[in-house]
């Protein structure tokens, strides 16, 4: 248990459906981070926020769209998605962009079908 | 951030000293060398860093060279739990205009054998 809670841990959506992400963390941070990982493919980082505020957009497609409406929560908006989108969505936060140490969520195996 | 070189994969047996190594020759010198581990279909859970002095704590020891172009990971005392992917990560901790995130590479498969 890391402190940090993503849910749902699973979920299958179509092509033409939407759905959300969500993450929280209650350890005070003021950093949280998307990360994808794809089969066979190093974790890649999607977005950054810090003190609520998005600092990092690592050309994702706009079919993902990031929400922090507090630093307690994250979300991660999914529309329209293609089938190679489907991956391990990780969630992290960290204290703040000094921290050494993030800490990461169990996070969420989607399928697109 | 400088690039970080694992061997893919490495086995080792229960109960021994597990080292791991990373290369990061083009390390700057306010570059810190984290490393983390991620157990099979689990989120990323960091283990330690430094910058240029020997670190331990309750999960490992981290050794960087004197030049610091290389570092090893060490796990004393090796369990079957221990058996997941081994990152080594260079990075500056805050390089200006907020959080920036962790750049992982492929890391090192460590395999823990009975």
């Known amino acids: 248990e890391t402190g940090v809670t993503q849910t749902p841990r699973h979920l299958v959506m179509g092509m033409t459906n939407k759905k959300s992400l969500k993450c929280e963390q209650h350890?005070?941070?003021?950093?949280m981070y998307w990360y994808k990982q794809s089969a066979k493919k190093p974790l890649e980082l999607m977005f950054v926020y810090n003190f609520k505020e998005q600092t990092e957009n690592n050309s994702v497609p706009s079919r993902f769209s990031p929400e922090c409406p507090n630093s307690s929560h994250l979300f991660l908006h999914l529309h329209t998605l293609q089938p190679e989108d489907s991956a391990l969505y990780l969630c992290?936060?960290?204290?703040?962009?000094?921290?050494?140490?993030?800490?990461f969520g169990q996070g969420t195996r989607l399928t697109v079908v | 951030d400088a690039k970080t070189t694992q061997p893919t994969s490495m086995d080792c047996a229960e109960g021994r000293a597990a080292n791991l190594p990373c290369n990061h020759s083009?390390?700057?010198?306010?570059?810190?060398v984290y490393w983390y581990r991620q157990i099979h279909s689990q989120g990323p859970q960091y283990i330690i860093h430094g910058l240029k002095n020997n670190e331990t704590n309750e999960m490992a020891s981290l050794i960087i060279t004197e030049d610091r172009k290389s570092s090893t990971l060490i796990l004393p005392h090796a369990t079957l739990r221990d058996t997941a992917v081994y990152y080594c990560?260079?990075?500056?901790?805050?390089?200006?205009?907020?959080?920036?995130?962790?750049?992982f590479g492929k890391g090192t498969h460590l395999i823990i054998q009975p």
């Open positions: 350890l005070g941070h003021n950093a």
């Open positions: 990560i260079v990075r500056v901790p805050y390089s200006g205009g907020g959080a920036d995130g962790l750049t």
């Open positions: 992290a936060s960290s204290q703040d962009a000094v921290a050494a140490e993030a800490f």
């Open positions: 083009t390390i700057s010198g306010n570059e810190y």
